[in-house]
């Protein structure tokens, strides 16, 4: 079974610009979550979404959003981009529900110069 | 808003010692999952935690729930230089469905 997907591995964008990031969740799962990794915060939860519909979200500007496919497939896009958005996004895909086991992509690094 | 605190956020330990890392919360956990991260990786599951009390092994790592489901534990007996990484718990809010990250302890294994 396939693990989670996540692309690009790696980008490095300007400041204001703006930025999509990509998800496959394992086949089956149907929830995805996203969280904002770095060195002094952890893992700070973003939103999760299930059934295209987006279920929870954390405490983050409106620049962040993000969207589900059908497919469950999951993007996030982060908006006029700032230096502090620096950091590894992270994906997690789980059956039903942010109860269930999360399974974590490799991460997409953003760096914001 | 919730949080989950862990401490402490950094151990240095010789090969053979014991590590343990704590988990709280200022509210009552419906369950609480533990991960583990090595360096330059994704954070991988390795338990979850139901029941008030609960104590499972893996191994040399005792994972504990407290009974008020407030707080929780990881326990490493003999570490090895393959324990190196940072630890996460993640406690499952009963209140609001979402799951919080503690902020991590990272575990450096000296040989």
């Known amino acids: 079974k396939a693990g989670v997907t996540q692309t690009p591995r790696y980008l490095i964008k300007t400041r204001g610009q703006q930025v999509t990031l990509s998800c496959s969740p394992i086949?089956?799962?149907?929830?995805v979550s996203w969280y904002q990794q770095t060195p002094g915060q952890g893992l700070q939860f973003l939103f999760e979404?299930?059934?295209?519909?987006?279920?929870n979200k954390g405490n983050f500007p409106g620049r962040f959003s993000g969207r589900q496919f059908s497919n469950s497939r999951s993007e996030m896009n982060v908006s006029t981009l700032e230096l502090g958005d620096s950091a590894l996004y992270l994906c997690?895909?789980?059956?039903?529900?942010?109860?269930?086991?999360?399974?974590f992509g490799a991460g997409t690094r953003l760096s914001v110069l | 808003g919730q949080q989950v605190m862990q401490i402490p956020q950094y151990q240095h330990v010789q090969e053979g010692e014991d590590f343990t890392t704590y988990c709280n919360s200022s509210?009552?956990?419906?369950?609480i999952q533990w991960y583990k991260q090595r360096p330059g990786g994704h954070p991988v599951f390795l338990i979850q935690?139901?029941?008030?009390?609960e104590v499972k092994k893996q191994k040399r790592l005792t994972f504990q729930f407290g009974e008020a489901k407030k707080n929780s534990s990881l326990h490493i007996t003999a570490t090895q230089t393959t324990d190196v990484g940072t630890y996460f718990c993640?406690?499952?809010?009963?209140?609001?469905?979402?799951?919080?990250f503690g902020q991590g302890t990272t575990l450096q294994v000296k040989p």
């Open positions: 979404y299930f059934s295209e519909t987006q279920r």
């Open positions: 993640a406690g499952l809010s009963g209140n609001t469905g979402k799951l919080i």
């Open positions: 997690a895909s789980s059956l039903a529900h942010s109860k269930n086991i999360q399974y």
């Open positions: 509210t009552t956990l419906s369950n």
């Open positions: 935690l139901v029941k008030s009390g």
């Open positions: 086949s089956g799962h149907r929830s």
